[in-house]
């Protein structure tokens, strides 16, 4: 558990440098391009390396020291962040800049995820992964919370470059964190002895295992489809918000709903989820779709401020109890060829989404909901017209499809049965 704390608090100090820069950049590219489409494309090429790379990232996460993965990435992701910091100084950057440099980082981003979930796995008791969970979110939270305020106030003193310069000095701190700790090799399974081959084999060989369970299937499915209906309209919110709100009070809706997320993950940190973990999940994205549907009814910054707060509140939940049970159904050894391929599918639809929400929220929701618009006459008279308005419309209909899906997927007995159906693997 030590080691873990030493991990976890540089991860924590890291992830607040991160969210500086990605609430900088966001902010920057909205406002140069005065595009949702550009925005939306700046989260999609974030998430388009990981559908190719994972697999195979995957693979050799578990074949290499986890401890050293750890500290290349992090070497990686810095050394990308000075590119951009060195285009501002030459007044050189450019929105295509920004979009390589983001790609290049969420590659690095691949091979960091499934090697941290996975070190987590042999340094933490079973009976505590979900507490680990909980303040793995709870670092999510911190930054969430910290970043905004902070970007927006270091925004208007050190500028653009000031903010990645904050962000490259984080990341030092999480290398020197990484170089004072140990990290186990977990023991080799039979699974794991079962994957051994080529590279192309142990890419693959993480599909073969969860295909192999329907159990763990039917959860992935199920995070795939919600994970698409977050992601059309996860790219809109901010645009929304702006409609209707200054960049002071986007900064502090966002810390609100860190708030939200560090109250769910203090909650996860100290109780350790519910006896059946499924009904956690469940319950989350019960949560998470009225949020949604309540979000889009007023352009009201404490009803949105409000709605963020119990959709972020409700992520640790979901997040947690889901980590618990791979981790607990999953053999530490393949756990990085295994936690890639899930992440890979689970994110599947959402590059698909966010290519999806930016036209469609410029080019046919928003002209509907203009004052002339053709729901103006009635969806109007119930949730406004005007700027933004077509974006709420947006995220009603992703709350209802949320809530229709967490219905079919409580109402599936693989799905449901998936904690008694697996037993946990013995470490």
């Avoid at 999940?281 to 352009?299: C, D, K, N, P, W």
């Avoid at 949105?304 to 159904?329: M, T, Y």
């Avoid at 890639?340 to 002209?367: N, T």
């Avoid at 974006?391 to 109402?411: C, D, F, K, P």
Wanted: proline share 4%.
């Amino acid at each position: 558990m030590r080691t873990f704390f030493i991990i976890w608090s540089g991860q924590l100090v890291s992830l607040v440098g991160s969210e500086l820069t990605n609430f900088a950049l966001s902010v920057w590219v909205y406002q140069s391009s005065k595009s949702v489409t550009h925005f939306a494309l700046l989260i999609l090429v974030a998430h388009l390396p990981g559908i190719v790379v994972s697999p195979f990232a995957g693979a050799l996460v578990d074949r290499w020291d986890r401890r050293w993965t750890l500290l290349l990435c992090d070497c990686g992701a810095a050394i990308s962040l000075l590119a951009i910091a060195l285009l501002l100084t030459f007044g050189r950057l450019e929105l295509w800049n920004i979009y390589l440099v983001v790609a290049s980082i969420a590659t690095f981003n691949c091979f960091q995820w499934p090697a941290y979930t996975a070190s987590v796995t042999v340094l933490v008791p079973k009976e505590s992964l979900v507490r680990a969970s909980g303040m793995t979110q709870m670092s999510t939270a911190l930054s969430q919370l910290i970043a905004p305020i902070a970007a927006g106030a270091l925004l208007g003193v050190i500028h653009l470059k000031g903010v990645i310069l904050v962000d490259f000095s984080t990341f030092l701190f999480a290398l020197f964190t990484l170089l004072v700790v140990r990290i186990p090799s977990a023991r080799i399974s039979e699974a794991g002895k079962e994957a051994k081959g080529s590279l192309l084999r142990e890419a693959f060989y993480g599909w073969t295992f969860i295909r192999n369970r329907p159990g763990l299937m039917a959860l992935l499915i199920f995070f795939a489809i919600t994970n698409f209906l977050m992601g059309s309209v996860i790219a809109v919110v901010m645009p929304m918000i702006l409609a209707f709100a200054s960049e002071a009070v986007l900064g502090v809706l966002m810390s609100v709903g860190g708030i939200g997320m560090l109250a769910g993950s203090v909650l996860m940190s100290a109780w350790n989820g519910p006896r059946r973990l499924i009904w956690g999940i469940l319950g989350a994205q019960v949560v998470s779709g009225l949020s949604l549907v309540a979000s889009g009814l007023e352009a009201s910054p404490i009803l949105v401020g409000a709605c963020i707060f119990c959709f972020l509140f409700a992520n640790p939940i979901l997040i947690s109890c889901s980590q618990a049970i791979w981790q607990r159904k999953v053999p530490a050894d393949i756990q990085g060829k295994v936690f890639a391929v899930r992440w890979m599918i689970a994110s599947s639809c959402l590059p698909l989404a966010l290519i999806l929400s930016g036209p469609l929220a410029d080019h046919v929701f928003e002209p509907l909901m203009a004052a002339d618009g053709f729901l103006a006459a009635n969806v109007g008279e119930v949730i406004g017209v005007g700027a933004g308005r077509g974006i709420a419309l947006m995220l009603i209909l992703a709350g209802v499809l949320t809530l229709l899906a967490t219905i079919v997927g409580a109402s599936y007995g693989r799905l449901r049965d998936v904690e008694l159906e697996l037993p946990d693997v013995n470490e």
